[in-house]
């Protein structure tokens, strides 16, 4: 299998249903590659600016969680 020239979009995250566990378990080595996008997860929290920048470090502790690699 050849190595992967860029990312992989990764919707459907959090608002629609996919967690950050299901990251790892989906894309498991490729995982380092994986670009979550749970926009409406985030923008859900709003129309505050603290509870969207709330919801916005809540989401990257979990994917830096789950994808960091190493």
């Keep these: 299998m050849g190595r992967l020239n ?5 919707p459907g995250l959090g608002a629609q249903g ?3 566990e299901d990251l790892g378990r ?6 380092s590659s994986v670009l979550p996008a749970m926009s409406r997860e ?4 709003g129309p505050d600016r603290t509870s969207l920048r709330d919801a916005t470090r809540r989401a990257l502790g979990e994917m830096e969680a789950v994808l960091a690699v190493g």
């Design 42 to 45: 985030i923008m859900n929290a």
């Design 6 to 10: 860029g990312s992989i979009l990764a």
């Design 26 to 31: 989906v894309f498991g080595s490729a995982r």
């Design 18 to 20: 996919a967690t950050a």
